[in-house]
């Protein structure tokens, strides 16, 4: 296991450019999803459950894509960063669910989710904090 000391922290425009990246991706996959539930149901998608769909399917393609992809989603390997865990550089599957889960939260809390990471030298966010996980610049 490397340690993680050696690597510097992505920065707020790193992270929101490799964000807006996979959120096009997400995007174009719950359109996809909506076209193909709505063609083979012949049936309006407007249902609560279709929201737990698209959540499912966004902490799926960021959870598929770190650990398929060593911690990058196809954004972060644009933008050149890559998720860490405290401890170690491989994240475990269930810190990657609760790290999802927790950004998407405070994220909709007005944004309280990059507060922290104003006043930090360690450019954590909140989610990052509690799931004791981190970005780092590769």
């Keep these: 296991m490397n340690s993680t000391l050696n690597y510097k922290p992505a920065g707020f425009f790193r992270r929101m450019v490799a964000l807006f990246y996979d959120l096009i991706l997400i995007i174009a996959l719950c359109v996809g999803l909506t076209l ?81 990471m104003l006043f930090r030298k360690d450019k954590k966010t909140l989610n990052d904090i509690l799931s004791k996980t981190f970005l780092v610049k590769v």
């Design 36 to 116: 193909l539930i709505t063609y083979a149901f012949n049936t309006e998608v407007e249902s609560p459950l279709m929201y737990l769909v698209f959540l499912a399917l966004g902490v799926g393609f960021y959870c598929y894509f770190w650990k398929k992809n060593k911690g990058q989603t196809l954004g972060m390997q644009v933008w050149k960063v890559r998720l860490a865990q405290e401890d170690s550089l491989d994240v475990s599957f269930g810190r990657m669910v609760y790290r999802c889960l927790l950004g998407l939260i405070f994220t909709l809390l007005f944004g309280l989710n990059y507060l922290p």
